[in-house]
């Protein structure tokens, strides 16, 4: 979905940029805070705007 590896989403968790919830050996994430978090982080390219709203239908469909 994210299109990145597990060690980097785990880099995430470490680093506190992503909330995670963990239930017994799972971790668990909301789909809302991994929103925020591109929100927060997304950068305008020069080449094309993209709406964040949009990113996340691509992202989580």
């Given at each position: 979905?994210?299109?990145?590896?597990?060690?980097?989403?785990?880099?995430?968790?470490?680093?506190?940029?992503?909330?995670?919830?963990?239930?017994?050996?799972?971790?668990?994430?909301?789909?809302?805070?991994?929103?925020?978090?591109?929100?927060?982080?997304?950068?305008?390219?020069?080449?094309?705007?993209?709406?964040?709203?949009i990113?996340?239908?691509?992202?989580?469909?």
């Amino acid at each position: 979905m994210l299109h990145i590896s597990k060690r980097t989403l785990q880099h995430y968790r470490d680093d506190g940029l992503i909330p995670f919830i963990k239930l017994e050996w799972k971790i668990l994430f909301r789909e809302s805070d991994i929103i925020k978090v591109l929100e927060d982080n997304y950068q305008v390219s020069r080449l094309k705007v993209v709406n964040a709203s949009i990113l996340s239908k691509f992202l989580f469909n």
